[in-house]
């Protein structure tokens, strides 16, 4: 399994963990619930049901889109350096289950996970998901901004020319999209004005329900990536605010595509190294809109949008298991508000 999960080595996991590894850091997860797979368990804390159908505490999950955005942000392994590997293995995530496999929610269920995860300790809040944007949702994000809290959101996926969807569209929350092996565009990313850092999209590794594993395609997983980055930083650097956070990541991104910020790649691809541990000016004395960082990428040598319902973003396909789904896709909401400077 370890073996498999690309990313790891090409964002130079270990150097970064040599730094730090998320520690004392809480990351809210709302989505389709957290199984407590082996892989992760340590790292679970009991979380809370949006709508009915899950165990009461976030901690079911008949879907795997959750646990595997959980696994890629906190996965802690198992002894001998197998099972998966997250991100930040020391960090913990409180599950949120918002949404069913099939089912059609209401962003006002996401709006209620974040509420939740506001008054619950979260540092940081991953969205995988896009969602349409009710007054309530709105208001829930604006207040997990004013919170001190790093908001992280999927771009979207296919098709590319479809723009950035909610919440990823809100002033403030980081937009994430996609990129391939190759370090390049991943196809199934959407493109936008909006978007603020790239990451690994494509054929990524993580953990399932029931003790199995998954391979997810999407912004789904880029987002829990760079959440999982966020508290790498969040734990280095504890009085950090939010948004300081979100500079270290847009400042330190390796700069991609056309010079300096663009719709594919936003600032960049983010380096987990030199986000922890280059030193970079706080906001105000340098540009926001200053072109991203031009370092090498480093690849490894080895290697729908919705009423959310919440469209979970990507495709997860079990392996090992002798069966597979894909997460569904559900119909498209309305376009998204202008995107509101903070």
């Given amino acids: 399994m370890r073996g498999d999960q690309w990313h790891l080595p090409f964002l130079h996991i270990s150097e970064a963990h040599l ?13 389709t619930g957290v199984d407590p797979h082996p892989d992760l368990r340590e790292n679970l804390l009991a979380g809370t049901d949006v709508i009915p159908g899950g165990s009461g505490d976030g901690r079911r999950d008949q879907d795997s889109h959750g646990t595997s955005m959980a696994g890629l942000i906190a996965s802690h ?58 007054v309530r949702l709105q208001q829930a994000l604006e207040a997990a901004l004013d919170a001190n809290i790093v908001v992280v959101a999927a771009a979207g996926n296919w098709p590319p020319d479809a723009g950035v969807r909610y919440p990823a569209t809100e002033g403030g929350v980081i937009a994430v999209g996609g990129v391939d092996r190759a370090g390049q565009h991943a196809a199934v990313s959407v493109t936008g004005p909006e ?18 594993y998954s391979k997810g395609t999407g912004t789904s997983s880029a987002t829990a990536i760079v959440a999982g980055a966020a508290a790498l930083i969040r734990s280095k650097y504890p009085y950090l605010p939010a948004q300081e956070v979100a500079h270290r990541l847009t400042a330190t991104a390796v700069d991609k595509g056309p010079p300096g910020r663009d719709d594919e790649y936003g600032y960049g691809l983010i380096d987990l190294v030199a986000a922890l541990t280059a030193d970079v000016p706080p906001l ?30 990507g495709v997860i396909v079990a392996v090992g298991v002798g069966w597979a789904f894909v997460a569904r896709r559900r119909r498209r909401g309305d376009d998204p508000p202008p995107r509101i400077s903070r």
């Fill in 19 to 31: 730094v730090s590894q998320g520690s004392g850091v809480i990351v809210a997860v709302p989505d």
């Fill in 284 to 313: 105000g004395f340098e540009s926001v809109s200053a072109p991203a960082g031009t370092a090498d990428a480093r690849p490894s040598e080895d290697g729908g949008s919705a009423v959310r319902g919440f469209a979970t973003l």
């Fill in 77 to 134: 392994g198992s002894a001998g350096n197998r099972g998966a590997l997250g991100v930040a293995p020391k960090a913990k995530i409180l599950p949120i289950f918002d949404t069913q496999p099939g089912g059609i929610g209401e962003a006002d269920a996401l709006a209620i996970g974040i509420e939740f995860a506001i008054t619950n300790g979260a540092d940081i809040i991953s969205i995988s998901a896009v969602a349409g944007a009710s």
């Fill in 195 to 212: 978007v603020d850092v790239v990451a690994p999209a494509v054929d990524i590794y993580s953990t399932s329900y029931g003790g199995k």
